[in-house]
């Protein structure tokens, strides 16, 4: 007799592959904190999640919270929108590489005026979302982290 | 393995175009078929880049209506999409089928109409091949992508930002000089004398990037015909041989370590460079993926031809033009060509065949004709990087 037990197959589709999705992270940035995941075998963090450790590619991963504070390491002004954040211009995307190792990417809130050169390196904290209703190719409400200069 | 070979090629005018997809590229697969002197009854594969059919004329698997369009017969016909080096990884997988031996002779280009978009929503759909889970809500285009590139260039030289931004110029100027002597360009016979002031001074899209830093959206069309070395000499006394190529692969943006320094490029050249047996000293011109000018920059580096933060300066010094060092996109690159990302790669490669055969516009012409050859395509925020190699004589 070939072939498998429905059960069988079931039991298999049960194995969890994700131990925070980014449905997880968005929500963690809406309630005010930076998630990622701490790996057991190197204990780098990931951040944003990924099925595996970013640094080592292990498999064993922890949901851990971030401290939320970082240094941006570039940015930018847009000043021409894609269609859907045309109300958003001036806006700042910014990479900022956090305390704990990984870098993430979200705005930066800051006047525009003052976003020059000497922002790079400045030290940033975790204030806020940004959110994005989406779009019918983006369908859903999203949020991305917003930073805000220390001091 | 065989060594394979380009025998045909063909390019349609870039710019705003009225006809269909299926239309721009039977146009330039035809072409390249006279060119070669072959019939659709030659072709066993075809190979195609489109990026965003879906979007521009609610039109998937154009592949396959592209075969149907030239009558080429039921055979294999694939679309290709790695953004905007849809082309060049179409290319590069022919060259491969051609080399396994499946294939004695095939069709491989690429096609786009992204100006028909529209800014706003082309803007919109170039910004898919971001990391959308991340970068979606944040609102990044690729304008701002290579801004925050350019932003990290200027700081990790310590380089004052308006001093990058003059000598990124000069990579407007040239490429927009060269676009203008092409008859096939998007903007020929305009902008072919621009000033610093002009490219600086223009309309703020992604600060520090103005609209003359970046290249335009276009509509296009490039094909070429491939077939195994030694049956290159039938159809024509001037085969360009496929050296080597290479293709690798990026992470979403805040995972790479330097924007300047994107891996997944440069590990893709290491392996063209390796598979031709070549370095970058070998290499007679370029064409590459100047999306926007920190972008040349940036690429210059990567596949070594300019030690790390010196090509800015070696661009303002007149190395990467006509009796330069390396002269670099005399096709006038995606700035002053147009880019139809679909098309690009296969563009790319168009014009380094045409340069090898003495081809190209006077003014952009290189004299002696190159021996070697290098394209370098980009896709996305450095998601999809390929490179092919060509040379008028086999190693």
């Given at each position: 007799?070939?072939?498998?037990?429905?059960?069988?197959?079931?039991?298999?589709?049960?194995?969890?592959?994700?131990?925070?999705?980014?449905?997880?992270?968005?929500?963690?940035?809406?309630?005010?904190?930076?998630?990622?995941?701490?790996?057991?075998?190197?204990?780098?963090?990931?951040?944003?999640?990924?099925?595996?450790?970013?640094?080592?590619?292990?498999r064993h991963l922890e949901k851990v919270e971030l401290s939320g504070d970082g240094e941006v390491t570039t940015f930018t002004v847009i000043r021409v929108a894609s269609e859907g954040f045309e109300d958003d211009v001036p806006y700042i995307p910014c990479l900022v590489k956090t305390k704990e190792g990984p870098c993430v990417i979200g705005r930066l809130d800051m006047e525009v005026e003052s976003a020059t050169q000497e922002v790079i390196g400045t030290q940033v904290k975790l204030d806020?979302?940004?959110?994005?209703n989406g779009d019918k190719f983006f369908s859903g409400e999203h949020v991305c982290p917003v930073f805000k200069i220390v001091g | 393995m065989r060594d394979v070979a380009i025998i045909g090629v063909g390019h349609t005018k870039f710019g705003r175009a009225s006809k269909t997809s299926l239309e721009l590229f039977s146009e330039a697969s035809l072409q390249a078929m006279d060119d070669a002197g072959v019939v659709g009854a030659d072709i066993e594969a075809l190979f195609q880049g489109a990026?965003?059919?879906?979007?521009?004329?609610?039109?998937?698997?154009?592949?396959?209506?592209?075969?149907?369009?030239?009558?080429?017969?039921?055979?294999?016909?694939?679309?290709?999409?790695?953004?905007?080096?849809?082309?060049?990884?179409?290319?590069?997988?022919?060259?491969?089928?051609?080399?396994?031996?499946?294939?004695?002779?095939?069709?491989?280009?690429?096609?786009?109409?992204?100006?028909?978009?529209?800014?706003?929503?082309?803007?919109?759909?170039?910004?898919?091949?971001?990391?959308?889970?991340?970068?979606?809500?944040?609102?990044?285009?690729?304008?701002?992508?290579?801004?925050?590139?350019a932003r990290q260039y200027a700081k990790g030289y310590d380089m004052p930002l308006d001093s990058l931004r003059e000598k990124m110029a000069h990579v407007s100027i040239k490429n927009h000089r060269h676009g203008a002597l092409n008859p096939l360009a998007q903007f020929y016979k305009k902008m072919g004398n621009l000033k610093v002031e002009d490219v600086v001074?223009?309309?703020?899209?992604?600060?520090?990037?103005?609209?003359?830093?970046?290249?335009?959206?276009?509509?296009?069309?490039?094909?070429?015909?491939?077939?195994?070395?030694e049956d290159a000499k039938k159809y024509t006394d001037d085969p360009v041989y496929v050296l080597g190529t290479g293709q690798g692969s990026g992470s979403a943006l805040s995972k790479m370590e330097d924007l300047t320094k994107?891996?997944?490029?440069?590990?893709?050249?290491?392996?063209?460079?390796?598979?031709?047996?070549?370095?970058?000293?070998?290499?007679?011109?370029?064409?590459?993926?100047?999306?926007?000018?920190?972008?040349e920059l940036i690429a210059l580096e990567c596949l070594g031809f300019f030690e790390w933060g010196k090509a800015a300066e070696a661009t303002a010094q007149g190395e990467t033009d006509l009796g330069g060092k390396i002269p670099t996109n005399m096709s006038g690159g995606l700035i002053g060509k147009g880019h139809p990302i679909g098309a690009t790669g296969a563009s790319q490669v168009y014009w380094m065949v045409k340069q090898m055969r003495g081809e190209a516009a006077k003014g952009n012409q290189i004299d002696p004709v190159p021996e070697y050859g290098m394209t370098d395509t980009l896709g996305g925020d450095f998601g999809t990087l390929c490179h092919i190699i060509l040379g008028r004589t086999k190693r």
């Open positions: 007799m070939v072939g498998k037990e429905q059960e069988e197959i079931e039991k298999e589709l049960s194995k969890e592959y994700v131990a925070l999705t980014y449905a997880d992270y968005e929500d963690g940035l809406k309630g005010g904190k930076l998630l990622g995941l701490k790996c057991a075998a190197c204990g780098g963090i990931t951040c944003h999640p990924m099925p595996v450790c970013q640094w080592c590619c292990d806020g979302i940004s959110t994005y | 990026a965003l059919p879906g979007f521009e004329e609610g039109q998937v698997m154009p592949a396959a209506f592209s075969a149907a369009e030239l009558n080429l017969g039921p055979i294999p016909a694939t679309r290709y999409e790695g953004a905007c080096a849809s082309a060049s990884v179409a290319i590069r997988d022919a060259a491969m089928w051609v080399s396994s031996g499946e294939c004695d002779m095939v069709l491989a280009g690429g096609v786009e109409k992204a100006l028909t978009m529209g800014t706003a929503f082309a803007t919109r759909t170039f910004a898919m091949s971001c990391h959308t889970p991340t970068e979606g809500a944040v609102g990044l285009t690729f304008p701002g992508v290579f801004a925050m590139a001074n223009s309309m703020m899209v992604a600060d520090p990037l103005t609209l003359m830093d970046c290249c335009p959206f276009s509509d296009g069309a490039a094909a070429l015909v491939l077939c195994p070395v994107p891996v997944s490029r440069i590990q893709s050249a290491k392996v063209a460079f390796k598979r031709a047996r070549l370095e970058p000293k070998d290499i007679d011109m370029l064409e590459l993926h100047d999306c926007f000018t920190i972008a």
